[in-house]
């Protein structure tokens, strides 16, 4: 008994250890000294007219430019495809690396499975639970802040059309009309125009500013705006009046949205609550008294591949619990 606590107790310190290692890695930022002593030998550096000073000028800012949260390579390194996760953390619109992203997964993950270990949980399911929850509990709040700004912006985008028409038809070329809806819209709309801009700015296309910024929102109602402005672009026509009637489209789109949103969603309140509420009383039950749920987590040799009744009867009722659930999702998923 006493070598299991003194056993828990090491592995509950390096739990502690490796947790405010990684908080120092993910909240310590540059000295203020270093930055003011760089940025004075930058200047010095850029007046001068020595050739070896240039070049070294040159080489820092190659530096300097590098991909951020290089240092946290080996959690990168976990994720299968970082490409597309670091593409989900861009439309959540915050400046947000895969490093950082990461090193809040490992210490929820380390966070949770400390505290299991404190409360007597068995340490193979502390580490699965805690991995788990890891992993799906920052991705469920990336994916809550993505469907929040996407809302934002598709409540706000056909006041910019309607705005877009107006400057068309005061006289007003597209790429300044583009410009006004970046400064006088507020939220998402604003800022993913004056993205839109800066890149017309730097040589860019229209085309190819649209495009990326269509790739990365996602959104039906923005690409039907792209390929309204190429279909115009190709066969003339006033495109005041196309950006008009798009705007009154994207309004009534997004009035039906409201109404199958209101009348779904008593179903949606029964599947929440009939999903949740018995992973919630499991859930409870264990943190109150873990001794009274341990027989399910006990395995039987002469049952079903090694598992006993109360596991066989636990993954059956889970499996005919999704069946439900994926029943009445579909019910209820509407496509407009």
Same mark, same amino acid.
């Given at each position: 008994?006493?070598?299991?606590?003194?056993?828990?107790?090491?592995?509950?310190?390096?739990?502690?250890?490796?947790?405010?290692?990684?908080?120092?890695?993910?909240?310590?930022?540059?000295?203020?000294?270093?930055?003011?002593?760089?940025?004075?030998?930058?200047?010095?550096?850029?007046?001068?007219?020595?050739?070896?000073?240039?070049?070294?000028?040159?080489?820092?800012?190659?530096?300097?430019?590098?991909?951020?949260?290089?240092?946290?390579?080996?959690?990168?390194?976990?994720?299968?495809?970082?490409?597309?996760?670091?593409?989900?953390?861009?439309?959540?619109?915050?400046?947000?690396?895969?490093?950082?992203?990461?090193?809040?997964?490992?210490?929820?993950?380390?966070? =949770?499975?400390?505290?299991?270990?404190?409360? /007597?949980? $068995?340490?193979?399911?502390?580490?699965?639970? %805690? @991995? &788990?929850?890891?992993?799906?509990?920052?991705?469920?709040?990336?994916?809550?802040?993505?469907?929040?700004?996407?809302?934002?912006?598709?409540?706000?985008?056909?006041?910019?059309?309607?705005?877009?028409?107006?400057?068309?038809?005061?006289?007003?070329?597209?790429?300044?009309?583009?410009?006004?809806?970046?400064?006088?819209?507020?939220?998402?709309?604003?800022?993913?125009?004056?993205?839109?801009?800066?890149?017309?700015?730097?040589?860019?296309?229209?085309?190819?500013? =649209?495009?990326?910024?269509?790739?990365?929102? /996602?959104? $039906?109602?923005?690409?039907?705006?792209?390929? %309204? @402005? &190429?279909?115009?672009?190709?066969?003339?026509?006033?495109?005041?009046?196309?950006?008009?009637?798009?705007?009154?489209?994207?309004?009534?789109?997004?009035?039906?949205?409201?109404?199958?949103?209101?009348?779904?969603?008593?179903?949606?309140?029964?599947?929440?609550?009939?999903?949740?509420?018995?992973?919630?009383?499991?859930?409870?039950?264990?943190?109150?008294?873990?001794?009274?749920?341990?027989?399910?987590?006990?395995?039987?040799?002469?049952?079903?591949?090694?598992?006993?009744?109360?596991?066989?009867?636990?993954? /059956?009722?889970?499996?005919?619990?999704?069946?439900?659930?994926?029943?009445?999702?579909?019910?209820?998923?509407?496509?407009?």
């Amino acid at each position: 008994m006493g070598e299991q606590m003194d056993g828990n107790f090491i592995l509950l310190l390096v739990l502690l250890t490796t947790f405010t290692g990684l908080v120092a890695m993910a909240f310590a930022g540059p000295s203020a000294d270093k930055a003011s002593k760089r940025r004075v030998a930058l200047i010095r550096e850029r007046h001068s007219g020595s050739t070896d000073a240039l070049m070294e000028a040159r080489m820092r800012k190659v530096i300097s430019n590098r991909q951020p949260g290089s240092e946290m390579k080996m959690l990168v390194s976990l994720v299968p495809n970082p490409e597309n996760l670091a593409k989900r953390i861009r439309m959540t619109g915050k400046k947000w690396t895969v490093s950082q992203y990461m090193t809040a997964c490992s210490i929820v993950a380390l966070t =949770l499975c400390a505290v299991m270990f404190v409360r /007597g949980f $068995p340490p193979l399911l502390a580490i699965m639970v %805690s @991995l &788990a929850a890891g992993l799906a509990l920052p991705h469920m709040w990336v994916g809550r802040l993505i469907k929040k700004r996407v809302f934002q912006f598709t409540a706000k985008f056909p006041d910019a059309l309607e705005l877009l028409t107006r400057g068309l038809r005061s006289g007003l070329p597209i790429t300044e009309t583009l410009g006004v809806v970046a400064s006088e819209v507020p939220g998402p709309v604003g800022e993913e125009f004056k993205l839109i801009t800066e890149r017309i700015k730097i040589g860019k296309t229209m085309d190819q500013a =649209l495009q990326e910024t269509a790739d990365r929102l /996602g959104t $039906p109602e923005f690409q039907f705006f792209v390929i %309204s @402005l &190429a279909i115009q672009r190709e066969t003339g026509g006033n495109l005041a009046e196309t950006l008009s009637n798009l705007a009154t489209v994207l309004r009534q789109r997004a009035q039906m949205k409201l109404k199958i949103r209101a009348m779904s969603s008593e179903s949606k309140a029964s599947a929440y609550i009939i999903g949740a509420l018995p992973f919630l009383v499991f859930g409870m039950i264990c943190y109150i008294n873990f001794q009274y749920m341990a027989p399910f987590f006990t395995s039987d040799p002469a049952g079903l591949f090694g598992m006993s009744t109360m596991q066989v009867i636990g993954l /059956g009722g889970m499996c005919w619990m999704g069946i439900g659930v994926f029943i009445m999702a579909q019910m209820i998923n509407f496509e407009i």
